[in-house]
């Protein structure tokens, strides 16, 4: 199979020309002929940085790489470029989404699902996803034999003892004792690879290991007191690996992992975790006590308890990025809405509140300054329409909570490339000089309706181009 789609079908389609006369001769000379170089002209460019959008913006591309974007005066087009004629569409930086987990060995992602999956995620303009936990080096390795994916970066799921030891006691209920094993034998079940570590052990040490299966970062799960979080955290940065965690890793709490200087938190549900006393925290060690315990206290009131907002302003003066998760928690109380007769549980009683208050706590980040990005939670298994998209949480975000589609847009561009952090978060995120040239051209503005993502024409990730209809069909890709 060849190694790419050709770029000059796809240019074809959309009307290429070769461009000649890229300038008048007041201005400097045009630059000499490069190789691989495109020229996207006359779109509306916004590149992500921030600033206002640009009409009849030119985007130049040379091999992997832009290499200058701004208004028709400010990049001359080079002789023999390739030319997109992009009039009447709509340039933005490849999608980031910053949170999914691919790879289900037991659940048919670890095959030819894996691969349609992440042919979909680019085919959606999403150019870059970081994996927040499954099993680095076996998804690196699977990755790298495909032929269309976004960029893929990993992190290493680190847990406590109770994580993996939980002693098999019982959790006590009005209809009896359950037994649960631990988290982790479940997790390991599916084929991921979580690293254990306790107060006493070597932080250092267990950095390298994840550096050594190809993680570019640490995602704390559970069971890390603060000063564990704490240790992880420094030894990771000082490999250059940025650090994140559940809000929050039982016992640490949202705050705690905020000031010992972790990089990013996920799931607004788990702010409810300032609410317990780090005694209490301590108690909830199994899942069900924690749902039972979360779906007490947290009301649509107590995400504006001063405890939540503490850690909340925290976040916003550190510049903690803060990634909600609502499209995940959305799809499981429709699965509950769905049902049409069925018995009340726990677990449901849980989603519903978590649904209720991450949403509220999201409403207040967002009033207080707090960085979002709009990772999804997406996973790479399941009926379609039963897994959280980035487009889905971009909707939540704008349609649910009020932000811009501006805004929204930032949270899966250029504040995503911040969440994912490290050497790769600097050369994605926003189309400027020596970033990597990965674009979406769409036929409609998102800025005016964020809904206008679904209209994606093209695909560009390092330079290279896609249809959304080859990369779904799988036609034109051997
Ligand atoms: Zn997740």
Redesign the pocket.
């Known amino acids: 199979m060849a190694s790419t789609l050709s770029t000059a079908p796809v240019l074809g389609t959309l009307g290429l020309v070769v461009a000649g006369c890229g300038g008048t001769p007041a201005r400097p000379p045009a630059p000499a002929p490069l190789p691989s170089s495109i020229a996207i002209v006359g779109a509306t460019l916004w590149d992500g940085t921030g600033g206002p959008p640009v009409t009849n913006a030119v985007t130049l591309i040379r091999r992997d790489r832009i290499l200058c974007a701004g208004s028709a005066g400010e990049c001359a087009i080079p002789k023999g470029a390739r030319v997109v004629d992009a009039r009447g569409r709509y340039l933005i930086p490849g999608l980031i989404d910053s949170?999914v987990?691919l790879l289900f060995l037991t659940r048919g992602s670890a095959g030819e699902e894996l691969g349609l999956d992440l042919r979909d995620l680019l085919a959606q303009g999403i150019t870059t996803v970081r994996d927040?936990?499954t099993d680095p080096a076996a998804l690196l390795s699977r990755v790298r034999s495909l032929q269309a994916a976004p960029r893929v970066h990993a992190m290493q799921l680190v847990a406590g003892r109770r994580f993996f030891f939980n002693g098999f006691h019982g959790t006590r209920t009005a209809r009896g004792t359950i037994y649960r094993q631990p988290p982790a034998i479940a997790m390991q079940q599916l084929g991921w690879r979580p690293l254990q570590f306790d107060p006493g052990d070597d932080a250092e040490a267990l950095v390298a290991a994840a550096r050594k299966a190809g993680a570019m970062g640490l995602k704390l799960y559970a069971h890390l007191d603060s000063s564990s979080v704490r240790r992880l955290t420094e030894a990771a940065h000082r490999a250059g690996m940025p650090v994140w965690g559940h809000a929050w890793v039982q016992p640490a709490s949202v705050l705690e992992q905020v000031t010992a200087g972790q990089n990013g938190v996920?799931h607004a549900a788990g702010l409810a975790g300032e609410l317990f006393t780090v005694e209490d925290r301590d108690t909830l060690v199994r899942d069900g006590d924690l749902q039972a315990a979360t779906a007490a206290v947290a009301t649509v009131g107590a995400a504006h308890d001063p405890r939540v907002l503490a850690a909340l302003d925290s976040m916003a003066s550190r510049g903690t990025v803060f990634e909600p998760?609502l499209d995940a928690v959305r799809h499981s109380v429709a699965s509950y809405d769905a049902k049409l007769r069925h018995i009340p549980s726990l677990q449901e009683e849980y989603v519903r509140s978590a649904s209720r208050f991450g949403m509220e706590v999201t409403r207040q980040a967002v009033r207080r300054g707090v960085r979002i990005s709009a990772g999804s939670?997406h996973v790479s298994y399941g009926p379609r329409t039963d897994r959280a998209t980035l487009f889905g949480e971009l909707r939540l975000l704008v349609d649910s909570l009020g932000m811009s589609p501006t805004a929204a847009l930032l949270a899966a561009t250029r504040d995503a490339a911040r969440a994912v952090g490290g050497q790769p978060g600097r050369h994605i995120g926003t189309i400027q000089k020596g970033r990597y040239a990965d674009l979406v051209l769409l036929s409609k503005n998102p800025l005016e309706d964020i809904a206008n993502l679904e209209y994606v024409d093209l695909v560009i990730i390092g330079g290279k181009m896609w249809r959304p209809g080859q990369l779904r069909s799988g036609i034109a890709m051997n």
């Open positions: 949170h987990h927040m936990g996920v998760t939670d």
